[in-house]
């Protein structure tokens, strides 16, 4: 009889230390999730803003590009246009 409670108060303590471990795995694995989501997000922000200053470098290259082909062309333009008024 004393071997049987012994057995039971086992199988007890095992059951309870398995199901308290499961749920104290369960409650740590939810904490770093969201812990890993708020770098996750914060990375990406990061990111976002080093994207958006990248994209305003290039823009302004791009700018500073047209304006030198559109010079460039309004130079040549009047080059042609000397060019062909003195030669006229």
């Known amino acids: 009889m004393e071997e049987q409670e012994y057995n039971r108060s086992f199988f007890i303590g095992v059951t309870t230390g398995a199901f308290i471990g499961g749920c104290l795995a369960a409650l740590m694995s939810m ?5 890993e989501s ?3 997000m914060e990375r990406g922000l990061e990111l976002k803003g080093h994207t958006e200053d ?8 791009a700018g500073e590009s047209i304006a030198r082909v559109q010079a460039n062309s309004e130079i040549s333009q009047i080059s042609l246009t000397t060019t062909n008024d003195t030669t006229g």
């Open 31 to 35: 904490r770093n999730t969201f812990k």
């Open 38 to 40: 708020e770098y996750t």
């Open 54 to 61: 990248i994209v305003r470098g290039a823009q302004q290259v």
